[in-house]
């Protein structure tokens, strides 16, 4: 090496004590407009979760009345019917038995409780992961949000405009967070 | 570099074959390219095979006919993964194999029968739980007979899907994710794409599988096989 050199040229090493950094690191603070926008979608994640937790249940109460009323209405008009006649009629439109068309309706309520527990602790999860690892935290939100959204669109096309402020906003946050942190990542602040 | 022999950063002077620069320490590499593109193009194509789906929904609820829906859904499903893969495949065609002897793939094939048994047993168990007597599955496909099934199940889905969660998406993402990153991430896309939030907690760790074996091999072929197996294993159990 040649006195005057300061770094290694073959590992990049800092040979002489005043040498500055061999990498300054030149975007080493975040962005602050990018940081606000990952910070902000963090913010609505948690909210998603909690939101998502307590619907959850106000479903499970509202869908638990609907199913019980409906099974009530349904034993009054076979009440004096022949119980086999019933079952037969049911397995042919169903494919089960009356018995089993009531578990199964109530095992579907209490399913939907859970599926919203569940949706709830991955929001929980990504808002906790959204912290060290933006980027893939907020790509899965936003496909996990479009898609549940999407297909209860589908299934109950009522349900599109309940929230629909909120779907727009939360939309709209975490695309604004996942332009951000694919721009700081692109700006190499983010270990790979 | 700006000019050759200089250093990009301080314009020093680089001595022959530098990997760093003498001056200021900066690396003399190329910066890696980054295809900040990419991952914008595997969330729409995610979005455009949720379009699919959901018209294959659609199409099944609307007509009864779940059969034909199935056909239509499996073609428009590989025409959205062959249009965003030919006009730019090269984009999407990462190849970083790490090892995968010949011998590992009887171990895919074998490994199908454990995690069909505990794919089957999780869905007859949540069912169980929660008093649920609908089927289990691909009886439409199974009374159009065998040939059908297997086209439908065994052959289709493991070839679109694998070109499309560990082809295009895993290639678009590896760009701007880390290779864990990029495995979860096409693992969640995966187990959202089948439409059923209980089976998330299937699906996710089977998708996590298959983009690992992508990654190990650097091919797809591993994973195709894996899932057909998988597949075949499952439909077998349920027609038993």
């Given at each position: 090496?040649?006195?005057?050199?300061?770094?290694?040229s073959a590992c990049g090493a800092s040979v002489a004590p005043d040498a500055p950094p061999a990498s300054p690191p030149l975007f080493a603070a975040m962005p602050s407009e990018a940081a606000h926008r990952i910070g902000k979608a963090r913010k609505?994640?948690?909210?998603?979760?909690?939101?998502?937790?307590?619907?959850?249940?106000?479903?499970?109460?509202?869908?638990?009345?609907?199913?019980?009323?409906?099974?009530?209405?349904?034993?009054?008009?076979?009440?004096?019917?022949?119980?086999?006649?019933?079952d037969d009629h049911f397995v042919k439109a169903t494919g089960m038995t009356f018995e089993e068309a009531i578990e199964h309706d109530r095992g579907m309520v209490t399913?939907?409780?859970?599926?919203?527990?569940?949706?709830?602790?991955?929001?929980?999860?990504?808002?906790?992961?959204?912290?060290?690892?933006?980027?893939?935290?907020?790509?899965?939100?936003?496909?996990?949000?479009?898609?549940?959204?999407?297909?209860?669109?589908?299934?109950?096309?009522s349900t599109i405009y309940q929230g629909i402020l909120i779907k727009i906003l939360f939309t709209l946050a975490l695309v604004r967070a996942i332009a951000a942190a694919n721009e700081e990542r692109t700006l190499g602040t983010s270990s790979r | 570099m700006t000019e050759a022999g200089t250093c990009s950063s301080c314009a020093a002077v680089l001595k022959p074959g530098a990997a760093f620069c003498a001056a200021c320490g900066r690396s003399t590499a190329p910066p890696p390219v980054k295809r900040t593109g990419s991952l914008y193009l595997a969330i729409w194509?995610?979005?455009?095979?949720?379009?699919?789906?959901?018209?294959?929904?659609?199409?099944?609820?609307?007509?009864?006919?779940?059969?034909?829906?199935?056909?239509?859904?499996?073609?428009?499903?590989a025409v959205v993964t062959l249009a965003f893969y030919f006009p730019c495949r090269e984009r999407f065609t990462v190849r970083e194999p790490v090892a995968f002897p010949r011998y590992w793939y009887?171990?895919?094939?074998?490994?199908?029968?454990?995690?069909?048994?505990?794919?089957?047993?999780?869905?007859?168990?949540?069912?169980?739980?929660?008093?649920?007597?609908?089927?289990?599955?691909?009886?439409?496909?199974?009374?159009?007979g065998w040939i059908w099934a297997s086209v439908l199940i065994v052959v289709m889905p493991p070839l679109v899907e694998e070109l499309a969660f560990r082809g295009v998406m895993f290639g678009a993402l590896r760009h701007s994710l880390t290779v864990s990153e990029?495995?979860?991430?096409?693992?969640?896309?995966?187990?959202?794409?089948?439409?059923?939030?209980?089976?998330l907690l299937t699906h996710i760790p089977l998708g996590f599988y298959f983009g690992w074996l992508r990654h190990r091999s650097g091919s797809l072929w591993p994973a195709v096989l894996a899932h057909a197996c998988h597949n075949a294993f499952v439909l077998a159990l349920v027609t038993v």
């Open positions: 090496m040649e006195p005057a050199e300061k770094f290694c609505w994640l948690f909210a998603i979760a909690v939101l998502t937790v307590v619907l959850g249940f106000i479903f499970y109460a509202i869908q638990k009345k609907a199913v019980e009323k409906q099974i009530d209405d349904v034993r009054a008009q076979v009440a004096g019917v022949d119980p086999s006649v019933v399913l939907l409780l859970v599926v919203n527990l569940v949706l709830a602790c991955v929001y929980f999860v990504l808002w906790l992961w959204a912290k060290r690892k933006p980027l893939p935290a907020t790509v899965i939100a936003l496909l996990l949000f479009v898609t549940t959204h999407v297909i209860n669109a589908v299934l109950e096309p | 194509m995610y979005v455009a095979l949720l379009g699919v789906q959901l018209f294959l929904m659609i199409v099944s609820k609307v007509t009864e006919d779940v059969f034909t829906a199935e056909v239509v859904g499996t073609v428009g499903f009887l171990l895919v094939v074998l490994a199908a029968v454990p995690i069909g048994l505990g794919v089957h047993a999780y869905v007859r168990g949540v069912s169980s739980l929660f008093g649920l007597h609908a089927p289990l599955g691909f009886e439409d496909e199974l009374a159009h990029t495995l979860i991430v096409t693992s969640f896309a995966f187990g959202l794409l089948h439409l059923s939030i209980p089976s």
